[in-house]
Nanobody, 126 residues
Framework: QVQLVESGGGLVQAGGSLRLSCAAS????????MGWFRQAPGKERELVAA????????YYADSVKGRFTISRDNAKNTVYLQMNSLKPEDTAVYYC???????????????????WGQGTQVTVSS
């Protein structure tokens, strides 16, 4: 029901920063909870950060807490992931995800996201 397109990935040195953007096409973007996932080669997909439809509630994986910030601009139909102090272990394909959620019935790390972007590669060199 919503189409997601990620951008902003690339190659960066350890300690550097990147900002990922996810542009959503849809009439009710403000009613979608949004999340950022990542998947490293040979590893399982993991939730990195998530944000409620209003932006009032956020979730961060322990591995990125204090370094990454998720935000959204509902007027621009866009969600962002600001990544600072990047480490080589952050290297992965990063995916934007969405789920229609007028109300949060589950914690952000437990909801099932239903719509996915194509992914953008983030590579952090040592």
């Amino acid at each position: 029901q919503v189409q997601l397109v990620e951008s902003g990935g690339g190659l960066v040195q350890a300690g550097g920063s990147l900002r990922l953007s996810c542009a959503a096409s849809g009439r009710t973007f403000s009613n979608y909870a949004m999340g950022w996932f990542r998947q490293a080669p040979g590893k399982e997909r993991e939730l990195v950060a998530a944000i409620s439809s209003s932006g009032g509630i956020t979730y961060y994986a322990d591995s990125v807490k204090g370094r990454f910030t998720i935000s959204r601009d509902n007027a621009k139909n866009t969600v962002y992931l600001q990544m600072n102090s990047l480490k080589p272990e952050d290297t992965a394909v990063y995916y934007c995800a969405a789920r229609f959620a007028e109300r949060l019935l589950y914690p952000l790390d437990r909801i099932a996201f239903t719509d996915w972007g194509q992914g953008t590669q983030v590579t952090v060199s040592s």
